[in-house]
């Protein structure tokens, strides 16, 4: 165990003195979690392979799953990898800093570990003051992934994040809440035309107004486990945004959803389940449940986003049984939302249907 320190910072404008010392852990190949635009990342220099073994580490995540590589800027790319197609120089002056990631070909100067032994490597430029400040004052690139547990929900807010990894990294720099509330989008550039491996805070329909040409990889909107060997984001391969709850997926029609929600939560209240329910602000009052939460009104999935994580280990600390949550539509922000829930469930998804 060690102790970590929590480290309080302006959100717009972060005192110099803390970035100083957060960036002092992460040159010393220490490990220290920062907000970004997206959720709370878990950092380490990116060069430096013990710093990573320790970031894996202290994550418990499995070695063959390579995190995102955070810059400070446009520059760092054309260090960190062998090539930057043209779309890609488009993508980044449109996009960055944002929440949007691109997998290249990686040069030699990332250490296998950093990129979990493939020949490319994902980067990202952040939107947030605190992240950005952070990279400039350590000077290399900084691999975080999300930082939580493997498997939990990612971080949406610094308490998240002394939840699942107190005593196990140097500190946290702590700027409240996150503003978008799901991760970047994960987007290979390494093929054409380029595929979404995960759908995230960039939404499909803004990248298909600069590429004219994007495609989904059938695992950014699987409705069941995709075959290892078709999963190209060694991610997707693992569980995932899962609370100890066991969480049932219901997609369809509002109306259909509503009434199918109610029927599930009878069921598993009468087995003698606590059961929560992820409602939307439109349908909350109709459902009887033990505990009944509120993503935010089915108009603003802006607000459902950001809302996702943050009620999904609420149900835990509430000690939970069964999460039974609505879908919501798949455009915009709700296709990464609707990634996220599936994942949640293990693809336990009901469709509810409307006829009758
Ligand atoms: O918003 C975000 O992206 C957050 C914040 C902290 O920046 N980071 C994040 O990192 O979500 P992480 O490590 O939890 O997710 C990284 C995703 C994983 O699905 C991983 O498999 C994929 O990116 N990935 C990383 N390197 C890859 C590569 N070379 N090829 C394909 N997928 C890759
Ligand atoms: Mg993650």
Redesign the pocket.
């Known amino acids: 165990m060690k102790k970590t320190l929590l480290l309080k910072v302006d959100s717009q404008d972060p005192e110099i003195e803390k970035i100083r010392i957060a960036a002092g852990f992460i040159k010393n190949g220490g490990l220290v979690a920062f907000p970004?635009e997206?959720?709370?990342?878990l950092g380490a220099d990116a060069l430096n392979p013990n710093a990573v073994l320790a970031l894996f580490k202290a994550k418990k995540r499995p070695l063959d799953?390579?995190?995102?590589v955070?810059v400070g800027s446009v520059k760092k790319v054309y260090k960190l990898a062998k090539e930057a197609p043209t779309k890609a120089e488009k993508l980044m002056k449109s996009f960055w800093p944002g929440?949007l990631?691109l997998?290249f070909k990686r040069s030699e100067i990332v250490p296998d570990v950093t990129?979990?032994g493939?020949d490319?490597?994902?980067i990202?430029m952040?939107r947030h003051n605190v992240a950005l400040a952070l990279l400039r004052r350590s000077s290399c690139p900084i691999a975080?992934?999300?930082?939580n547990l493997a498997g939990k929900p990612?971080p949406t807010t610094a308490k998240h994040v002394l939840d699942d990894l107190d005593g196990r990294i140097d500190a946290v720099l702590d700027a409240g809440s996150t503003h978008i509330g799901v991760?970047?989008t994960?987007l290979?550039m390494t093929v054409d035309p380029p595929q979404i491996?995960?759908p995230?805070?960039t939404p499909y329909e803004d990248l298909k107004k600069i590429l004219v040409k994007v495609e989904l990889h059938p695992v950014a909107v699987a409705e069941k486990e995709v075959p290892v060997e078709k999963a190209?984001?060694?991610?997707?391969k693992h569980k995932h945004y899962a609370p100890n709850a066991e969480v049932i997926l219901v997609e369809g029609e509002v109306s259909a959803i509503k009434g199918k929600i109610k029927e599930l939560a009878k069921f598993y209240m009468r087995k003698g389940n606590r059961v929560g329910v992820l409602a939307t602000d439109e349908t909350a009052d109709y459902y009887k449940a033990d505990v009944v939460k509120s993503l935010g009104s089915r108009s603003d999935l802006a607000v459902i986003a950001k809302n996702l994580f943050r009620l999904l280990r609420e149900f835990d600390s509430e000690g939970v049984d069964v999460v039974i949550a609505e879908g919501i539509p798949l455009e915009g922000l709700g296709l990464a939302v609707m990634n996220r829930l599936r994942k949640a469930s293990g693809y336990k998804i009901v469709k509810a249907n409307s006829f009758r």
């Open positions: 970004t997206t959720v709370y990342g799953n390579p995190p995102i955070h929440p990631t997998i990129v979990a493939l490319t490597i994902a990202r952040p975080a992934p999300s930082a990612s991760e970047s994960v290979d491996l995960r995230g805070g190209r984001s060694p991610g997707v």
